[in-house]
Each structure stands twice: as structure tokens, then as C-alpha cells.
């Protein structure tokens, strides 16, 4: 994982609707970058699923919720409208992991993304990193809002 204090690194990824979102888009926001391993799993399904019940608290912190996966835009916009995510869910599909090994966040056993998340502050630079040691434990969603109290 990459440190606190660290610029987070800049990336263009596509959503679910194939436009393209950079870092850059969210400069003066607070940013909760949510890698996710799985889609339709159960552990990740139930991490979004609180974001998205929660998005009205974190906005008033002045947070923005991105999401990255290794998984396919399709996939991902299927997902997307099972659930009704509101929020950015970026593919990082091809080239393979590229922007999740630039956040040093790629399980090379599994082929996805560790679950972890970086808080950044407005100007990109990573204050909290929250993670699971395992890819089957959720992070603890109550942090996420602690984090940004302290951005």
C-alpha cells in the first residue's frame, strides 16, 4: 500500500458508461478511493451497498466515492444497476491492474484488487489508508466517516 502523506498517482479510467474519469476530476474534493476485488460477491456487494445507503453523510463531508476494479465495464454496469450505485465505478480491466498496481494494491494470486481504500484531501495527497487483511473481511464502514472528520 502506498503511504499517508503520499501523492496518490493520477490515473484515466472508464465507467460504466465508458467515459473517462481522471483523479484530476475530483482536485478540491475529499476522495474515498475504494479498490474492490469482486464484483457480485457478497463481501464487496455489502461494502458498496453501505457506501451508497451512507452517500448523503459522506457528501456532507465534502467526500466524493470512487470505485476501482479489475473487472470489465459491462460487469461493472451490470452491478452497477442491480444495486443503484450512484457513484463512479472505474474499470481497470485493460491493461490488467495497471492503475491498481500503481496504488501498490494487486493481488498477483487472485488477479484483483486488494480491499483497500485510500482518503485523499483536495489536493490528492493520501491522509488515511483503511483496509482488510483478507479479501473476505469488509472494512470497518465507520472509519470512512472518522477519516474524513480528520481530512
Known amino acids: 500500500m502506498l503511504s499517508v ?16 474519469v481522471s ?5 478540491g474534493k475529499k476522495t474515498l478511493l475504494v479498490f474492490i476485488p469482486f464484483p457480485f460477491t457478497g463481501t464487496c456487494e455489502g461494502e458498496l451497498c453501505k457506501l451508497r445507503d ?3 453523510t459522506l457528501t456532507n463531508l465534502d467526500a466524493r466515492i470512487v470505485v476501482i476494479t479489475c473487472d470489465t465495464i459491462p460487469s461493472n454496469a451490470k452491478w452497477a444497476a ?14 490488467h491492474g495497471e492503475t ?10 487472485v488477479g484483483a484488487a486488494n480491499r483497500t481504500t485510500y ?6 495527497i493520501i491522509r488515511e489508508v483503511i483496509s482488510s487483511d483478507s479479501l473476505g473481511t469488509p472494512r470497518e464502514h ?7 472528520n480528520r481530512v
Do not use: H, M, Q
Open 119 to 124: 482518503v485523499l484531501d483536495g489536493e490528492g
Open 82 to 95: 442491480e444495486n443503484g450505485f450512484d457513484f463512479p465505478i472505474l474499470s481497470d480491466f485493460w491493461p
Open 5 to 20: 502523506g503520499t501523492p496518490a498517482p493520477e490515473f484515466t479510467l472508464r465507467t460504466i458508461d465508458k467515459s473517462e
Open 54 to 56: 451512507d452517500l448523503a
Open 100 to 109: 491498481v498496481k500503481a496504488y501498490d494494491n494487486f493481488n498477483d494470486k
Open 23 to 27: 483523479l484530476s476530476d475530483f482536485k
Open 142 to 148: 465507520e472509519l470512512y466517516e472518522e477519516a474524513l
